[in-house]
């Protein structure tokens, strides 16, 4: 069957679902395989559940409903490229190893309150998530934002043949998945994707003038706007950040004071970056500081929450060296004279692993705690005092019963360690 029939079917069935657990009547079933799981074995069930029809990649099938392609995941994002080529919009691409996820809300925050945007779902950034996200966008899509994660070379790349951004902004570039990278110089690489792409079709590159990488990175693009803290379109500085950040605009926009209900200057420059989208696309002053100021973070992202009689920010959603070292340095300057660090171990390093963890080790011995909880199998050699636990589940035994009271608490540490235990 050709792309242009199977969209013909789509339009009129425009739920696209790869779980059978997340099936409504009429919608289309893609059976995607993995290392775990083969969604052929599960095409029977969809149909019974109601899919209105199910794209399969093995023979043996004797149902009208049931289309049988070579590869399952190619159909999906060529039916996903087929949909984006409808669109004469604006779809930004935004990457990076840190900040990218909060980056991508308050972009599409400040841009809603002037465009029906659409934008990436959670953290549905891969190669099957994009393309579910670009096939949710409906008529009546006036821009689009659309995260991109990548843990190798090539990935981002691959994204950008089926999303086909014009516009794209890469967050910072940090130790961040060097294992599946091959190193640091791996990530620049990997990430510099991005604006390889936009390079060669004349797209438009938002970049943070304070990182000298992005400047290099971004050589050759013909249209490049730019934001940071000096010498930038857009310039913003830090007025306080001991608690939620507060944020002022010097220059680009008439934003003198903007109170976020973000934690740590290290989100600095993700608020800068939804001011310098939003005002490239003309969002109003007002409208872009009532957005910033509205918005919460979710979902373990630096979020500040009382819990008794103690203060904690839940940061456990993700950690590599870079983030590590940001959220460390910035609880150490924040107020509080009872600071207790619970910090789980840092994924996907290959190699650098040990060296990493000891560097984060050193960082943390640089300043004065209450106490220091490291929870996973890569912390060694510590000093006295720090408290070690080789998963989450063993330091929130310990935590419960720790009789912890009117303290400032940092829970961080990479997802699969969920730290999140810590407060359960």
């Not at 249209?223 to 944020?247: M, R």
């Not at 009532?290 to 920010?313: C, D, F, H, V, W």
């Not at 006295?384 to 829970?411: M, Y």
Request: charged share 20%.
């Amino acid at each position: 069957m050709q792309i242009s029939e199977l969209y013909k079917l789509y339009l009129q069935n425009p739920g696209i679902q790869t779980d059978t657990r997340k099936i409504r009547i009429g919608d289309i079933f893609f059976a995607l395989k993995g290392p775990n799981f083969n969604g052929n074995h599960y095409v029977q069930q969809a149909l019974e559940l109601g899919a209105a029809l199910c794209i399969a990649d093995e023979k043996g099938f004797e149902d009208d409903r049931i289309i049988v392609v070579n590869d399952s995941l190619e159909t999906l994002q060529l039916l996903a490229k087929y949909h984006r080529e409808q669109f004469n919009i604006p779809f930004i691409a935004i990457t990076g190893s840190n900040g990218k996820t909060t980056t991508k809300e308050l972009v599409h925050e400040v841009l809603s309150q002037k465009y029906k945007c659409y934008t990436t779902e959670g953290n549905l950034n891969n190669h099957i998530g994009i393309p579910l996200t670009i096939l949710k966008i409906r008529q009546d899509a006036e821009i689009a934002v659309i995260e991109m994660g990548a843990n190798h070379q090539k990935e981002i790349e691959g994204y950008c043949t089926y999303a086909l951004p014009t516009h794209g902004n890469i967050t910072n570039i940090g130790k961040a998945h060097l294992e599946g990278f091959g190193g640091e110089d791996g990530v620049k690489k990997g990430k510099g994707e991005l604006f390889v792409y936009l390079r060669e079709n004349n797209g438009t590159a938002f970049i943070n003038k304070d990182y000298p990488v992005m400047v290099e990175l971004s050589t050759g693009i013909g249209s490049i706007i730019t934001y940071g803290t000096a010498d930038a379109d857009f310039i913003g500085q830090i007025k306080e950040d001991s608690g939620f950040l507060e944020i002022s605009v010097t220059k680009g926009a008439d934003l003198p004071s903007i109170k976020t209900q973000l934690v740590g200057g290290y989100n600095l420059p993700n608020v800068l970056t939804a001011i310098c989208i939003g005002k490239t696309f003309a969002v109003e002053d007002a409208a872009i500081k009532k957005a910033l100021e509205q918005y919460t973070p979710s979902n373990s992202r630096s979020q500040l929450m009382i819990k008794g009689t103690n203060t904690i920010i839940l940061d456990a959603y993700n950690a590599n060296p870079t983030s590590m070292k940001a959220a460390i340095e910035n609880f150490a300057k924040m107020e509080g004279n009872n600071k207790v660090l619970v910090l789980g171990g840092m994924m996907e390093l290959g190699e650098a692993s040990e060296k990493e963890h000891a560097a984060i080790v050193d960082i943390i011995a640089a300043y004065p705690w209450q106490k220091v909880v490291l929870a996973g199998e890569k912390y060694k050699d510590l000093p006295a005092g720090f408290l070690h636990f080789n998963t989450s589940a063993e330091a929130a035994d310990w935590f419960k019963n720790a009789g912890i009271e009117h303290a400032q608490i940092l829970v961080k540490g990479s997802r699969s360690m969920q730290m999140e235990k810590i407060l359960e």
